[in-house]
């Protein structure tokens, strides 16, 4: 088989097995189980606990001792069988430690994946930075096509979401096995020091104000990625409580309609190197956050039909935008303004920062804070068939009280049980509104001035 098409392979499986169930796990947590904001938020943090330590520790082992394809099959297949036993826990404290084990072995499978790629181009005498790029492309595609196939099949809210991408882990675990070699490096000295080991050397460049400030604005700039990956799919199916939109396409569909957001990603890369070289590395940054105000803005008044519908669309679009043009932007600002002995760890402390201590305070901060301002309690049918802009007895909203909230009408009007409503408006609102705090700020507080030339390293 050609080497390119293995490789694109590898990277189709690699993030078909998170696509499978990352956007659509909120739907099993609050439509199936029905458990509460805070812990889920603790739950999506997983991701960012393991981002923080796993990848540090599989990178030196892939180092010094261990084949890169090897460590990667093993992590793989122990990532598809801890997420068989996911489904099964039977509360969200369970449920969080399981999840935690997940991260801990599929986190560090992703800059492997890139590692291992990287080092069979460069051993086959094919340019990294040219044959990469296309490669990587059908990583966003498989994390696509898995999350249609959740959708399609049915399985958004119920435990086979997880299955699937559990199948798919084992196998692509056993297929990295038949990918060329590739063994440890060896490229550090076994008798340095032990910060120079663990790549903590670039830990040094908090000490630069402006770079300081980059990396304190990539931790908070990574918490508002970590909101739409949660909630974006829940939100779209939770239309389904209004008795008019709960038949609807976005309702049936909503994890395909979130597709348009990865769709988004791979045409805005393509943008990202006109933008940089006209406007430079601090006015793209800046063109992203606002780009995240708009993500959320547009979801805060998207509703299932009309107008509503295209701003939903609109929302997935911007997405593109806000994600690609601070990630690469940001990478571009690392790579250009350290010192090449760190630049290495100088981006995996960048990547630490977004997917690690971001994604920790945002799942937690957003779990929270949902919970405590933005989810409404209800207690009599007259408040909740107003709320859902419907009559009391209507028939479709009856069924839904029963199927979704498990709660019945007392003959005085009152409710079997609380139902609780999360006030999406509200949460999208407070969400766009940090985003835009956060813009202004950088705006002020980031100092970079702009060289054309910096866009040349684009690709490095």
Known sequence: MNLKLRLTILSFLQFFVWGAWLITMANFWFGTKHWDGTQFGAVFGTM???SIFMPTI??????????????FSVLQI????????????GDPNSFFYVMLAAMCFYMPTIALANSISYTILKNSNLDVVKD?????????IGFIVAMWITNLTGNKATEGQFYIGGVVAILLGIYALTLPKCPPQKLIDINAPLSEQLGLNAFKLFANYKTALFFLFSMLLGAALQLTNAYGDVFL???????????????????????????????????????LKKFGIKKVMLMSMLAWVLRFGFFAYGIPEGYGLALIILSCIVYGMAFDFFNISGSLFVETTTDKKIRSSAQGLFMMMTNGFGAVFG??????????????????????SAYLETTPDNRTFLEILKNSFNAAVNSDGTLSSIVMVKDWQNIWLSFAAYALVLAILFALLFKHKHDPKEVAHINH
């Open 48 to 50: 960012g606990i393991a």
């Open 58 to 71: 599989t990178g030196i082992i892939a180092d010094r001792w261990v084949n890169a394809e090897r460590i």
């Open 78 to 89: 122990l990532y598809g069988i801890v997420l068989f036993i996911l489904p099964h826990t």
């Open 132 to 140: 990469f790029p296309p490669i990587r492309v059908w990583g966003t």
């Open 237 to 275: 199916s939770e239309f389904a409580h209004f008795p008019k939109y709960a038949d609807s396409f976005v309702v049936q569909r909503s994890t395909i309609i979130m597709s348009i957001s990865q769709v988004s990603e791979t045409l805005f890369i393509l943008a990202i190197p006109f933008f």
């Open 363 to 384: 799942s937690y901060m957003a779990g929270w804070a949902i919970d405590k301002f933005f989810t409404r309690e209800f207690t009599n049918v007259s408040d909740l």
